[in-house]
């Protein structure tokens, strides 16, 4: 049974290898998971839809999609300039840049909400021109969409750039001397190729903004109905004991997250597939 | 990295590469492309340059003997050693499995490697909130084996053993994730020559596999480090906050911040992105190293390149 399950190979080491993967796998991963359905459960469906369905919880669903939905639009567009630039242009101060587009993934989620919302505050470096202006960033839902930018601002731009790397330009001289402009060449040539790795980049940005809750809980003043995302609302529930109410949320908010890692796993499967046909 | 691909790739591009740059570089219109640098600069500088230098303007603004008070502060000490223990554990246990993982999948074809794939990476797509409550749910006072860790005085949740296993949970993927490519591009054609010159299974592993992944190893180990050292949402659930016992250096911030002490939180906070900028650093280093040490018959076309 195990020889049909696996090819075989010269190679030692599988039965301890897989073992200890598998082992390791459930233990830390799975059986902790698992007991987000265990809890779930305990409600029975009326109990699971009334927790999921009332009024806190639905204005925290609609803030965390929303407010993410806003930042993943800004990154899509910005990180696609971003990763042009970087890869298609020369200029000082390029492999600065470059390096520190990682930074959000490195930086600690505590320091970039205390970051973000001192420079947003009222009398913050950002947060004080802007209020001459009107505008109140810092406690707001505004705030929220500013900390899911910097947090989703990498997913974009690393997975854009290395199809830009590898892009032939001779289709586009080809494009360009069959008489295309360049916004034509852009939009009918170059565009169509960028496209799932664009859509990728976008879904693994929204799917990290809609669970962030480090940078978010400090810059969004955490009004209940007003600025309390999702994460911040299954923490409040676990602070007051309802296990049951805070897993129900969790698990719908995992269903989401899953279609979308699940999306994605399609996409690259796509992806992997129209590079091996080319 | 087979040969044969390399020479492909020359056969299609159509022209080598600093001609190709300048090829595409001039397509676009000069003011398309300052407009796209400025864009670029103004985008980035606000959301990276402006933040890195708040944390370090705050943190240094009152001096560097409030700064260092701050810092050596027996609460600050403890925050650290705490954060220090708890990635000093989480990320041995997560390279054992980086190591064993990247060795099944990438060396040998089993039914549902897909699957797997996948179940490695659940970590990254769960927040970190609903990463810190299984472990509550698990070992809370009303979790699965609450009543039983209570009847043996054992705690935890709310104690350190939480902290660590939901840092594990939160970085579980980090280094299986570098290690499977790198092992996959790699091949198993040295290893299959060392065992069948007689080299046994272990020190096939140690002189031939793990000298060859050692960059990723290094920089999976490295950024597997950095997200345990600064994890704050998964931390905070099960941590409790008990100051000064349970207290990361991330939660440690928060306390301060909240007690609008802002010059000690951005000291603590500058601490953590130092160790952000280091890690960065890291990946510039490891990249250019790894790309150096390809051996020679594979750079034919790296070297055309400026």
Redesign the interface.
Known sequence: MALRLKKQSVLPGFGLAMGWTLFYLCLIVLIPLSTIFMKSASLGWGGFWRVISSPRALASFRLSLGASLIAVAINGFFGLVVAWVLVRYRFPGRRLLDGLVDLPFALPTAVAGIVLTTLYSQNGWIGSQLAKIGIKVSYTPLGIVVALTFIGLPFVVRTIQPVLQVMDVGVEEAAASLGAGPWQTFRRVILPELLPAWVTGITLAFARSLGEYGSVVFIAGNMPMRTEITPLLIMIKLDQFDYAGASAIALAFLIVSFSLLLFVNLMQRRQDVAQALR | MPPEEVTTEIV????PGPI??A???R???PA??WA??A???G??G???????A??FV?ALGRGVEVYLRALTDPEALSAIRLTLLTAGIAVP?NL??G???A??IA?????GK?V?I?????????????SG??????F?????FGRWLIDHGIRIVFAVPGLI?AT??VT?PYIARELIPTLQALG?EE??AA??LGAS?WRT?FRVTLPNIKWSLLYGVI?CN?RA?????AV??VSGHIRGLTNT???Y??IL?NDYQ?SA??AV?SL??I???V???A??IVEWKSEAEVPEIYKVSAEEQP
């Not at chain 2, 409550?133 to 698990?138: A, E, R, T």
């Not at chain 2, 809370?140 to 699965?144: D, F, H, R, S, T």
């Not at chain 2, 050292?229 to 949402?233: A, I, K, L, S, V």
């Open positions: 299609s591009a159509p022209a190709r740059e090829v595409a570089a397509r676009d219109p398309v492309r796209l640098i864009a670029c600069f985008f980035l606000l959301f990276l340059l402006l933040p890195l708040t944390v705050n246990l054992v499995f190591i064993a993982a060795w099944s060396r040998f074809d089993f039914a897909r797997l996948t179940l490695i990476d659940v970590p990254f797509s769960v927040s970190p909130v609903i409550m299984v472990f509550v749910l698990l809370g006072a009303q979790g699965l296993l594990t949970f579980f198993s290893e299959e065992l069948t299974g592993f950024l950095a050292m600064g994890e704050f949402g905070s659930v250096m991330p939660l911030i928060e911040y802002f939180a951005f906070a953590l992105t160790l952000a900028l890690t960065l650093i990946k510039g």
